[in-house]
């Protein structure tokens, strides 16, 4: 059954327990999800890959038919999903699951799609479309959020904002956040601070690669290395928006060098971390002590200078010098 994602009312009246969200708007899938599911459930969330579920399928859906692991109500969330996921899909259905909800999530799903034409056909379960974002209704939703943080900003400045954010509700999200942790010291937010606070969407992969490795995410990192398709050009971007975070990381250490504890520091560093960053940061920290750091951004200025001379080899160069700081 297709249900359009403004119909909340339809959705909040039916008894489904299975639902398929698909589409480019991850953004508003998260808030979805949010608003209209994960409020009934408190802690009991838990968060799959698809290929988590494939690989051990047997003992997954003998967990759920045995409620051996499903003693309370729970929501499952499975991203990725695929046309491989429909048996899961089916034997479910057959199954009558009484005590679980379990969200489908999956990126641009095309026509033919099984997975797509069965959960729009089929009566008992839900499907929801999610379609970008128009820059009129990202510019509504900051317009909302200025007006409830009584923010001032002038419309020029939001115009700069979505412009930065290209169409996408989860950066739109991010860096509205980041800005309301800068207006407490500053009511007043104009281009200026939006230049300085916001990434341009097309970095955000850049900036979850260099937190990984400074983190020492050696899974994470190589797999962000693998799915994303970086340009000669990226190399730089990439070694900057490293560096940049190699000298912040700097001043952290010098601040708990002083004798602060990581908290202290962590919560009144300026300009303000963002809030769901806060936790790889203080991996960071863990992981690179004020020696190691300051060996850490030489390192980086002398890879850039490589990569520099080296340009047709520049992503080799880059990748083996990512992989190798997050494995040291």
Not at 48 to 58: A, S
Not at 143 to 161: A, D, E, G, H, V
Not at 228 to 233: G, L, V
Request: charged content about 30%; proline content about 1%.
């Amino acid at each position: 059954m297709i249900i359009k994602n403004n119909e909340l009312l339809k959705l909040k009246a039916t008894k489904n327990k299975l639902y398929l969200l698909y589409g480019e708007n991850k953004g508003f899938k998260d808030q979805f999800i949010k608003e209209n599911l994960a409020y009934n459930f408190n802690e009991n969330i838990f968060k799959y890959e698809e290929k988590e579920i494939l690989d051990d399928y047997n003992n997954f859906i003998s967990s759920i038919l045995n409620k051996s692991f499903f003693e309370n109500k729970k929501l499952l969330i499975i991203f990725n999903v695929s046309d491989k996921i429909l048996k899961l899909v089916e034997e479910l259905i057959s199954s009558n699951i009484s005590d679980i909800e379990i969200v489908f999530n999956s990126g641009i799903l095309d026509k033919k799609s099984k997975l797509r034409n069965f959960f729009e056909k089929e009566k008992k379960i839900i499907c929801v479309p999610f379609y970008a974002d128009s820059n009129q209704t990202l510019n509504s939703i900051a317009l909302k959020f200025f007006k409830k943080k009584n923010i001032y900003i002038s419309q020029q400045t939001i115009n700069l904002l979505i412009e930065r954010c290209r169409g996408n509700r989860e950066n739109l999200n991010n860096e509205l956040e980041k800005i309301e942790n800068f207006s407490k010291s500053e009511k007043k937010i104009n281009s200026e601070d939006v230049l300085k606070l916001t990434n341009l969407a097309e970095n955000y992969n850049v900036t979850e690669l260099t937190d990984n490795c400074l983190a020492k995410n050696i899974k994470k990192t190589t797999n962000i290395l693998n799915e994303n398709h970086y340009s000669t050009e990226d190399c730089i971007l990439v070694t900057r928006t490293l560096l940049i975070k190699a000298k912040r990381l700097l001043k952290l250490q010098e601040e708990i060098d002083n004798n602060k504890s990581i908290e202290e520091v962590v919560a009144n560093f300026k300009p303000p971390i963002f809030w769901k960053d806060k936790e790889i940061v203080k991996k960071q920290i863990a992981n690179w002590p004020l020696k190691k750091i300051k060996n850490m951004i030489i390192n980086i200025n002398n890879i850039e200078l490589l990569i520099k001379k080296n340009y047709a080899n520049s992503l080799n160069i880059l990748s083996d010098f990512i992989i190798a700081q997050a494995k040291k």
